[in-house]
């Protein structure tokens, strides 16, 4: 896909990504992101046998760290912190940033580049999304549909469409997205696999309304 402007990602352009061409061992090419139709082949699950192909990815991601930078009032800081708190083996850890910006009531954000090649992104006071989710062939994950949520999640979180609610009582969790690309999602879970101490962080830092305000540009 040719550079261009996305939406409410105003002054961004994705990179020039020319995605490889994999071959199975019949060398015929390997059409990911469609490959199964119905169950996935047995001898797929827990496989990959070309992660190279989610390199993409990372470009993304490192684009869309400059042009924050570049564009809103922020501060930017590597912090393997980062990826402690998320569990993630330091050696397999290529880069933890951190981006806040200058205004608190809008959303901080984080992202992990690590060695699989893959992306954790943090936004928010407890959101969290992997890119690609699980990387296996049997997932047989697109890689331009992951450009574009990871596009579309930064974008929201930028533009202060992105939302964020916790309901101790009821111990539920929802987040929400508005993206041009992708339009209106939600997304809620459970409180289980969330500690005491992220909670107390959390209450201590989201919005009364729920809804982050649009970063400040320079």
Avoid at 142 to 170: K, N, W
Wanted: charged letters at 20%.
């Amino acid at each position: 896909m040719r550079k261009e402007e996305l939406g409410m990602l105003f002054g961004y352009q994705r990179p020039d990504n020319v995605p490889g061409e994999y071959f199975d061992e019949l060398g015929t090419p390997i059409a990911y992101g469609q490959r199964w139709d119905g169950h996935p082949a047995d001898d797929s699950y827990s496989v990959t046998a070309h992660p190279q192909r989610f390199a993409p990815v990372q470009q993304v991601a490192r684009a869309l760290l400059s042009w924050m930078q570049e564009q809103f009032e922020v501060r930017c800081f590597d912090d393997p912190g980062l990826a402690a708190e998320l569990r993630i083996p330091p050696d397999t850890v290529v880069s933890s940033v951190r981006i806040l910006p200058v205004n608190s009531r809008c959303a901080p954000l984080g992202m992990i580049l690590t060695t699989f090649p893959g992306v954790h992104l943090e936004l928010g006071a407890l959101y969290h999304a992997v890119f690609p989710t699980c990387g296996c062939d049997a997932c047989d994950e697109h890689v331009p549909e992951m450009i574009e949520e990871l596009e579309a999640q930064v974008g929201a979180a930028v533009s202060g469409t992105f939302g964020e609610s916790l309901d101790i009582g009821a111990g539920r969790l929802v987040h929400r997205f508005v993206a041009k690309e992708t339009g209106f999602s939600e997304q809620s879970g459970g409180l289980d696999d969330i500690s005491p101490a992220q909670l107390a962080k959390a209450q201590a830092i989201l919005p009364p309304n729920g809804a982050w305000e649009a970063w400040p540009r320079r």
